[in-house]
């Protein structure tokens, strides 16, 4: 575990990015995606914030484990779980785990289905049914609809908990001719052969932060946000400019510098030996792929004390080196703190940009060796 690299969760800027959310989308329920550990914020304390302090009820799981993590340790509190896609009805004690601690299994082919409407002790809890819009990953295709119909009437249900879809190119321009719109209008038609069949659809959903962002597909009960949450726009590069968001990035990526020192034009520094461009200095900082720190070969720059430094030759494991031109060792003290990305957005996505990534990527990949800490200011 590092002691002086770490990141700091500010949770009051959770609750502030909530607000805006409100203010974007004051009309829609929120379903607050925290998967990957809250994309790596750190799921318990950021779901406990959330139902304590901002009052968010539901909550998106990817994973079995990572529900009933959730369900463990925060036992005293009310709150829906979803498990989205690593269901696991097959085992006999997955299922028992939906039932008894309320975990409600997000069904999307027909083996799960099935396997739900057969179980006695499943007739009376919430179904919950993806559809497949068009993204072609998870969900039921529109074909399959008439014999999802057939069998919720077979089984005597005349009700889905909550019907949703996923979109596949929300983070580009959704206008009338996007794939975005083509894919609300099948997720609307598949609905409606719910509704036309008497079925009762209680909530939907279908906007992830791209939809929201642009406030797209706004009219179903439901949005699921996640990466918004935690700040940053999800929006790709070339179409930021047209996203309604203004949240701040809730977390502060921290290390500091270990040791610095002067370089020459010409010298060799570190694995591989990168040749210094011109004079300047190099400072060492305490984190590396160790920590889930990776510029994939590529070699951002990074801005420190207003000027922008650059991630030096090759990877290490515990350290990187960052290059200063024109610079030398008063400007990076050993031992001072350098901070990756702060809570203004454009850190981490400038980061991502360069390193041909996005944000959801640094935010997840941040190993268990960075320490989380929590402030609510
Ligand atoms: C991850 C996920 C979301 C949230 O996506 P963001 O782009 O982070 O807002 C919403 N719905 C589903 C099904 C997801 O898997």
Redesign the pocket.
């Known amino acids: 575990m590092r002691y002086k690299t770490r990141l700091y969760v500010d949770l009051s800027l959770l609750g502030e990015n909530f607000q805006k959310l409100k203010d974007l989308c004051p009309h829609n329920e929120v379903l607050f995606?925290v998967?990957a550990n809250a994309?790596g914020h750190g799921m318990v304390p950021i779901v406990r914030y959330a139902v304590t302090v901002l009052g968010i009820k539901e909550f998106?799981c990817?994973t079995l484990g990572e529900a009933r993590e959730l369900r463990d340790e925060l036992n005293d509190l009310q709150f829906e779980i979803y498990v989205?896609?690593d269901i696991h009805l097959e085992f006999q004690s997955c299922a028992e785990f939906y039932l008894n601690r309320r975990l409600i299994p997000?069904i999307s082919n027909m083996a799960d289905f099935d396997f739900i409407l057969s179980r006695e002790d499943f007739k009376n809890f919430p179904l919950c049914l993806?559809v497949d819009s068009g993204m072609h990953r998870l969900g039921f295709r529109e074909h399959q609809i008439p014999e999802v119909i057939s069998k919720l009437k077979k089984a005597n249900r005349s009700r889905v908990f909550h019907l949703?879809s996923?979109l596949a190119q929300?983070?580009a321009v959704i206008d009338a001719n996007s794939h975005s719109a083509l894919q609300y209008k099948n997720f609307l038609s598949m609905k409606k052969m719910l509704l036309d069949a008497n079925i009762v659809v209680e909530r939907s959903s279908i906007a992830?932060?791209?939809a929201?962002e642009q406030q797209f597909a706004l009219a179903e009960t439901h949005i699921?946000?996640?990466?918004?949450m935690y700040g940053p726009t999800?929006l790709n590069k070339e179409c930021r400019n047209i996203s309604k968001w203004t949240g701040r990035t809730i977390s502060r990526l921290e290390t500091y510098v270990i040791e610095s020192f002067n370089v020459k034009k010409g010298d060799a520094v570190g694995y591989g030996g990168a040749v210094i461009p011109e004079d300047g200095v190099v400072a060492l900082i305490a984190l590396g792929y160790g920590d889930g720190f990776s510029c994939r070969n590529k070699h951002p720059w990074i801005k420190h004390k207003g000027e922008w430094g650059q991630v030096l030759g090759r990877f290490n494991m515990d350290m990187a080196q960052i290059y200063f031109p024109k610079k030398d060792k008063s400007f990076v003290a050993h031992g001072g703190p350098f901070v990756i990305w702060g809570h203004d957005p454009q850190d981490i996505l400038h980061y991502a940009d360069q390193t041909d990534s996005i944000p959801?990527e640094h935010f997840c990949q941040l190993t268990v060796r960075v320490p989380r800490l929590y402030c609510s200011e």
């Open positions: 995606m998967k994309y998106g990817a989205f896609s997000v993806k949703m996923h929300s983070t992830n932060s791209g929201i699921r946000p996640g990466l918004i999800s959801y």
